[in-house]
């Protein structure tokens, strides 16, 4: 395992070779920071590195979680991290990350923190699993099949912010709004939800 230190690069993006540099930048900066891109190498390359899901794993000790994933040459990619917000939902597949992160021993107190607050607010079981699209949203990209593969190749990640927008919609006409931009944005190759949506 390598043993040189954290690189920094512009734009609050870090490097590590280990998973053990990762949680060191987590030790020192999960209660200071906003924000971090963290370098990861692709499934299939031989470059030094994290992969994706140790990088989230190791996140989820200190309460952090993952969100916009970008490719950043032919052998990495960033993946966007925060602190999880108070408000922020867990997904089937965290909870079952944190429930073995606690058997082995690796949960932080940060981390269980943010585990104990979602099961105080009712978020730690509100969100879907982002690989069973609810029946109302399944009709509505079905309609075109366009939408249809374009939603079934979003990353899991961006299907689980597009299942729980919708999940916690609180009317059912909005819940219905949210169903139909849903489908539209599919149809054009966007995810719902995002950045990229907002502004449109």
Not at 19 to 29: I, K
Not at 99 to 104: F, K, N, P, S, V
Not at 163 to 172: E, Y
Request: glycine share 4%; net charge positive.
């Amino acid at each position: 395992m390598s043993t040189s230190p954290v690189r920094m690069v512009p734009m609050d993006t870090v490097i590590t070779d280990s998973a053990t540099q990762w949680r060191d930048w987590l030790a020192r900066n999960a209660t200071t920071a906003t924000e971090v891109w963290l370098v990861l190498r692709h499934k299939d390359s031989d470059a030094p590195g994290l992969g994706y899901p140790e990088a989230i794993e190791h996140a989820l000790c200190y309460g952090w979680i993952d969100s916009v994933h970008v490719r950043r040459d032919e052998h990495t990619s960033r993946l966007r991290f925060t602190p999880r917000r108070a408000r922020s939902t867990w997904s089937r597949v965290n909870r079952d990350r944190a429930a073995r992160l606690i058997d082995l021993g690796l949960m932080t107190e940060h981390g269980q923190a943010a585990i104990d607050l979602a099961k105080q607010r009712g978020t730690w079981q509100i969100v879907p699993d982002e690989n069973t699209v609810p029946p109302d949203l399944a009709r509505s990209l079905d309609r075109n099949p366009v939408a249809r593969a374009n939603f079934d190749r979003f990353p899991p990640s961006s299907r689980r912010l597009i299942l729980t927008w919708i999940a916690t919609a609180k009317r059912p006409e909005t819940r219905r709004r949210r169903i139909d931009r849903t489908a539209t944005l599919a149809a054009a190759n966007v995810r719902a939800n995002h950045p990229a949506a907002r502004r449109s």
